[in-house]
């Protein structure tokens, strides 16, 4: 029932992302505004991430979920509303901290309400669905789209959320709220966190446009870094944090943050890059997308009982090196795709990752917040989900940054070879023999050049999206050797 709920905030994020055009046509949105429909909830989701804990408190497991899936479900029926793109990005933003709260609610719920001996199965319940969501929304997106009308996007949260919400009225353990707890909040805490947290998302998001070195972004870094440096340096000084960030002393749960923010970004940029590619080179729709991604999710489905069963009786940090290397070379796989690429190509690399995810999830939950006392548990937890989402958000930054830097130096380098009658560059376009001219040339005519263009640039674009694979896969690689032998060598060094 909980996890339902997380479903939910989850595969928003990605059902929307398919039909923003359709979004910007109907509202009259301004291209330039089209990305913030995305942004508000982001940044609101990953400014509720964090409180999660301080809210638990407050309200208790219980309330903190009924009136978050309540929230949520009453903010998207006002996204179905809209009539302005000022009134959507209002409730985008209610709809965004609502969603955000339930993700670590259903991971604190595995630890504070199950016996140890049912934790992995309940972790593996709540990690396919978190993992499974961004896979099956461009499909989901595309359909709702097709077939109905971009409303509908919003709408099919209501008889979830409502059915979800009485569950967990009856369901839900009964405790007393504390809302006393309220006038020992740290306003300024509080304050500092959430402006940390919503420039960085700006910042990573603007980053792959403006430029890394522009003034708005590395102001927006600054500041950033400096509320964050204030946050740690009050949270570690008052009685009463707004998050408890001590708890990133331990061992276990530190490398198991590290392990899901390296997750977020081979997650999240695998997700992200196979409909980009798929889209642009071969020019599917969202429901041709989401068709091609089911592989991913289908691998996922069927390794979680396998995980589950090795989980339980095998050390965490070798599983959690497993399913990164793992990982890392299904991230790999996809760094040689051709402009011929499609769904025979990608299916191996899929599956691995499919498999390897559950490995990357699993026993990093695990290790994190498996042995924590109950009262720590909601706080972790938030702090756990947070370094995922942040993975995602600097990997997507990261991506995007390789895709639009190098694939102009790609083309120009393709255009060189072209002119020196090179007749492999040629075949990599997808040219029929003889139609370039096999002796080297100063320049390209007038005609050549306008036959040739598109199509260099779209060789070009391959070439980056490769070289953004190679990176993420290098990322995830560096991290699943080094994290869990740091953590052995620390733990050793203590014993």
């Not at 071969?282 to 995980?307: E, R, S």
Request: glycine share 8%.
């Amino acid at each position: 029932m909980m996890c339902l709920g997380m479903f939910m905030a989850i595969l928003d994020v990605q059902v929307v992302a398919t039909s923003i055009p359709t979004i910007q046509t109907a509202l009259g949105v301004r291209p330039d505004q089209m990305s913030w429909i995305q942004t508000a909830y982001l940044i609101a989701e990953v400014v509720a991430i964090p409180l999660t804990g301080f809210l638990t408190r407050i309200l208790t497991l219980r309330w903190l979920f009924v009136g978050a899936i309540t929230v949520f479900t009453l903010a998207s029926l006002a996204c179905a509303a809209s009539g302005s793109f000022e009134s959507l990005i209002a409730a985008r933003v209610v709809q965004g901290f609502a969603g955000g709260t339930l993700i670590p609610a259903v991971f604190s719920a595995v630890f504070l309400m199950f016996p140890p001996g049912r934790q992995a199965l309940a972790t593996t319940i709540a990690g396919v669905l978190a993992v499974l969501a961004p896979t099956v929304g461009p499909i989901v997106g595309g359909w709702i789209t097709d077939t109905y009308s971009w409303h509908w996007l919003f709408l099919i949260n209501a008889l979830p959320g409502l059915l979800a919400a009485c569950l967990g009225l009856l369901t839900l353990p009964a405790e007393a709220a504390r809302p006393s707890e309220l006038r020992r909040v740290d306003g300024a805490g509080l304050a500092l966190m959430a402006m940390a947290l919503a420039s960085l998302v700006v910042a990573l998001k603007e980053a792959p446009s403006r430029g890394w070195l522009s003034a708005v972004v590395l102001g927006l870094l600054m500041f950033s870094a400096l509320s964050f440096g204030l946050f740690v340096s009050r949270s570690l000084r008052v009685p009463y944090p707004v998050v408890n960030l001590r708890t990133l002393g331990d061992v276990g749960f530190a490398t198991g943050c590290a392990l899901s923010f390296v997750l977020g970004i081979g997650l999240f940029g695998s997700v992200y890059m196979m409909p980009v590619f798929l889209a642009k080179v071969h020019g599917l729709n969202a429901f041709d997308l989401g068709q091609v991604m089911l592989v991913t999710g289908v691998a996922q489905l069927v390794t979680a009982p396998i995980a589950v069963y090795l989980e339980e009786r095998s050390d965490p940090r070798l599983l959690s090196l497993f399913g990164f290397v793992l990982f890392a070379v299904g991230l790999a796989m996809s760094a040689f795709q051709t402009i011929d690429t499609g769904f025979a190509e990608m299916l191996w690399p899929q599956i691995i990752r499919g498999v390897a995810i559950m490995f990357c999830l699993l026993p990093p939950t695990r290790m994190a917040l498996g042995h924590l006392a109950a009262d720590k548990v909601p706080d972790a937890s938030g702090l756990f989900n947070l370094m995922r989402n942040l993975g995602g958000a600097i990997g997507l930054a990261l991506i995007d940054s390789v895709l639009y830097g190098r694939a102009p130096g790609y083309g120009a380098a393709i255009v060189v070879r072209l002119q020196a009658g090179d007749q492999a560059t040629a075949q990599a376009l997808g040219l029929p023999p003889g139609v370039l001219p096999a002796q080297p040339t100063e320049a390209l005519d007038a005609t050549m050049r306008a036959y040739l263009m598109p199509l260099v640039e779209n060789l070009a674009f391959v070439q980056a999206m490769n070289a953004a694979w190679a990176v993420v896969a290098a990322v995830t690689l560096t991290a699943a050797v080094t994290l869990p032998v740091l953590a052995m060598l620390r733990q050793r060094r203590h014993i």
